[in-house]
């Protein structure tokens, strides 16, 4: 399945952004999906995650509170809606499907399919 993010762009601190990926496949709703995001120089970390169904998401420390993620499954898409936006919250955002569509998983490995990353800018 092919994974295509948007919604990136420059926002000022405290603002909002809503990222969305839509996938290719209607197999998208067997899928759990998940957003990480990357900075140059360090790893790409687990943002959040939402089972097939939507009954349950999950969310790193640093954006619990702040952002959240929903999917609709009649258009194939998941969304990240960011509010109160941070300077460390400036990265390149990506969303990835994993195949095992339930309970809490955050490793990179563990999804098999990546979109190509939506570049967030947050500003002073």
């Known amino acids: 399945v092919q994974l295509q993010a948007s919604g990136g762009g420059l926002v000022q601190a405290g603002g909002s952004l809503r990222l969305s990926c839509t996938a290719s496949?209607?197999?998208?709703?067997?899928?759990?999906m998940g957003w990480f995001r990357q900075v140059p120089g360090k790893e790409r970390e687990f943002v959040a995650r939402i089972t097939r169904n939507s009954g349950n998401t999950y969310y790193s420390d640093s954006v619990t509170g702040r952002f959240t993620i929903s999917r609709d499954n009649a258009d194939n898409t998941v969304y990240l809606q960011m509010n109160s936006l941070k300077l460390d919250d400036t990265a390149n955002y990506y969303c990835a499907a994993d195949v095992h569509p339930w309970n809490d998983r955050r490793r990179l490995v563990e999804y098999e399919y990546w979109g190509q990353g939506t570049q967030v800018t947050v500003s002073s």
């Open positions: 496949e209607r197999t998208f709703s067997t899928y759990a």
